[in-house]
Antibody, heavy 123, light 107 residues
Framework: EVRLVESGGRLVQPGGSLRLSCAASGFVFGDHFMDWVRQAPGKGLEWIGRSRSRPNGYSTEYAASVKGRFTISRDDSQNTLYLQMSSLQTDDSALYYC??????????????WGQGTLVTVSS | DIQMTQSPSSLSASVGDTVTITCRASQDISTWLAWYQQKPEKAPKSLIYDASSLQRGVPSRFSGSGSGTDFTLTISSLQPEDFATYYCLQYDRYPLTFGGGTKVEIK
């Protein structure tokens, strides 16, 4: 069974930094693209970024809203995905989801979601 | 960026009804579209991928159709557990973008 468990969310002051983790189990982590999506309270879903798998060079993609402030990395030996967040702003407050992406007939889509970890940016 | 316009933003329906939700992309995304169901305080759940492929374990009353810019999620014979918010996602190109969501409520 695929399991994704996020951690690291907490209250942080504006301008601060935070690192989120996502512990994966139940599948070969290193074979998969992994994504982060966030959801502000009472709002819709926003894709943040992607980490491609080792065969794809571990390359990353980011949404414009976080590019230059957030960094996605992974440790395949620990089956863990990370989201390093810096220069946090109040509108970064959200529930952050870790996602396993798999290809259907081609491009990968979001197949399994964790339960999320809550980040609150406030003074 | 590709804009995903979902409609309606909310609807009321009764158990047993057939419900249709549409998603329109601002440019051609072929069939690189997925649908998700989210219940309150829960993570989204995958329903449909590649516009019309049913995710394993999802009831067959859920179906998806469309290609290019216009897509539809249909729920046949709505069940009590189907009352939730539904989102579409385009994964044709970066940034990946979601529709604004459709809340399906009990009439």
């Amino acid at each position: 069974e695929v399991r994704l468990v996020e951690s690291g969310g907490r209250l942080v002051q504006p301008g601060g930094s935070l690192r989120l983790s996502c512990a994966a189990s139940g599948f070969v982590f290193g074979d998969h693209f992994m994504d982060w999506v966030r959801q502000a309270p009472g709002k819709g879903l926003e894709w943040i970024g992607r980490s491609r798998s080792r065969p794809n060079g571990y390359s990353t993609e980011y949404a414009a809203s976080v590019k230059g402030r957030f960094t996605i990395s992974r440790d395949d030996s620990q089956n863990t995905l990370y989201l390093q967040m810096s220069s946090l702003q109040t509108d970064d407050s959200a529930l952050y989801y870790c996602i396993r992406a798999i290809p259907g007939s081609g491009y990968p889509f979001f197949e399994s979601w964790g339960q999320g970890t809550l980040v609150t940016v406030s003074s | 960026d590709i804009q995903m316009t979902q409609s309606p933003s909310s609807l009321s329906a009764s158990v047993g009804d057939t419900v249709t939700i549409t998603c329109r992309a601002s440019q051609d995304i072929s069939t690189w579209l997925a649908w998700y169901q989210q219940k309150p305080e829960k993570a989204p759940k995958s329903l449909i991928y590649d516009a019309s492929s049913l995710q394993r374990g999802v009831p067959s009353r859920f179906s998806g159709s469309g290609s290019g810019t216009d897509f539809t999620l249909t729920i046949s014979s709505l069940q009590p557990e189907d009352f939730a918010t539904y989102y579409c996602l385009q994964y044709d190109r970066y940034p990946l973008t979601f529709g604004g969501g459709t809340k399906v409520e009990i009439k």
